[in-house]
């Protein structure tokens, strides 16, 4: 059975619409607009938003999007994190959000991963000297495929990660004015079944099969081999092979002749910015009903365990989280046996890890001490 499109986008907007009226009039009453950076987490994760928070100065716009978080963590968020915040009822993904913002923000804005620890501050402002852009990134790599814009010039696209970044919102509307692209990730995969374990992944149309194989010059589409970055995951025996948030719209960026800035924030002994990824779904790693085709398994494992010992001390951290996450740090113990880690050697254990990465010893430490700058 084919998939019915209409429905699916027709049941995905009435599932957010309720949230996406919530954000829409949040970011109506804000008395700033200007430079904000958004930080976004659902339940369980208010440890990484307070590390996160921890090293942004007081002055730098930052609003808070929470979604399906429980009232204590929102009581939490209200009295603690001293930032604008916006509650959305439904547990959504980052893809959901992503839609938000791009719908909603009249100016440029930026985005910090809750797991990106931003050591010297002044990077979020150079972030912002976006120019004619269409993002300026901390984090990028490049496609090993050769592409053509539509005037003919050949380049190799490097693309954007989403872990901080900022987004010039003219570049945004004159490209969506061109296709309509989301900020969304996009399935390749065509069972039913792929959709519905996608449910915050949007569906390519004959539009953007067209600028893939413009860019790329296909001949056809789908093409035996995609020369643009493809992911691929496992659910429940179901294979889902999707392109990555943001990823197809900065794909068409490229096409329409528009560039993506790169901001060199580290150097090899000097790290501004550290990401350790995989804060809202590492659990996954291990669990048996996923699979992350894209990665080997000793990635997964090492990826597992750094986030699984920075989320235990995280938790750690002082006894002002709400009551609900000193169960947590009960079951992320568990994990740590399961894993065959001792609680005492997590800091350790993790501070080896973070060392490996060339991490300085300052920042070590600012990363495993309570609220201390």
């Not at 996406?20 to 987490?41: C, G, P, Q, V």
């Amino acid at each position: 059975m084919s998939i019915d499109y209409a429905s699916f986008y027709s049941l995905q907007a009435q599932q957010e619409y309720k949230d996406f009226r919530i954000f829409h009039d949040f970011y109506e009453s804000l008395a700033e607009k200007k430079d904000i950076y958004y930080m976004f987490f659902s339940t369980g994760l208010l440890q990484w938003v307070r590390k996160a928070l921890q090293f942004i100065p007081p002055d730098m716009n930052v609003v808070l999007i929470g979604a399906g978080l429980v009232p204590a963590e929102k009581e939490w968020v209200s009295s603690q994190a001293r930032r604008p915040a916006v509650y959305l009822e439904r547990s959504y993904t980052d893809h959901t959000i992503w839609d938000f913002l791009f719908r909603v923000n009249r100016t440029h804005f930026g985005w910090i991963d809750i797991d990106c620890f931003v050591f010297n501050p002044e990077v979020l402002t150079d972030l912002t000297r976006v120019g004619d852009a269409v993002l300026s990134a901390a984090w990028t790599y490049r496609i090993d495929s050769e592409a053509i814009d539509k005037r003919g010039h050949k380049l190799q696209p490097e693309i954007a990660n989403t872990y901080l970044l900022y987004v010039n919102m003219e570049a945004v509307n004159a490209l969506r004015q061109h296709t309509d692209i989301s900020p969304r990730p996009y399935l390749l995969s065509r069972s039913n079944e792929a959709v519905m374990h996608s449910r915050h992944r949007s569906l390519l149309d004959k539009s953007h099969e067209q600028l893939l194989q413009n860019l790329f010059q296909l001949p056809s589409f789908p093409p035996d081999i995609e020369p643009y970055p493809v992911e691929s995951a496992i659910h429940s025996g179901v294979e889902t092979r999707f392109i990555d948030t943001l990823v197809l719209f900065q794909l068409l960026a490229y096409y329409e002749g528009y560039r993506i800035q790169k901001l060199p924030v580290n150097r090899k002994d000097n790290r501004a910015v550290y990401h350790f990824g995989g804060a809202s779904y590492y659990k996954n790693y291990i669990d048996p009903r996923y699979s992350f085709v894209s990665e080997g398994k000793h990635v997964q494992t090492a990826k597992y365990e750094r986030a699984l010992l920075m989320d235990y001390l995280l938790v750690s951290q002082g006894e002002d989280l709400p009551p609900p996450y000193q169960g947590m740090k009960r079951m992320l113990h568990a994990y740590l046996q399961h894993a065959a880690i001792k609680a005492a050697e997590a800091e350790a254990k993790l501070t080896d890890i973070l060392r490996r990465s060339r991490l300085g010893e300052k920042e070590i430490e600012l990363l495993l001490t309570a609220n201390k700058r």
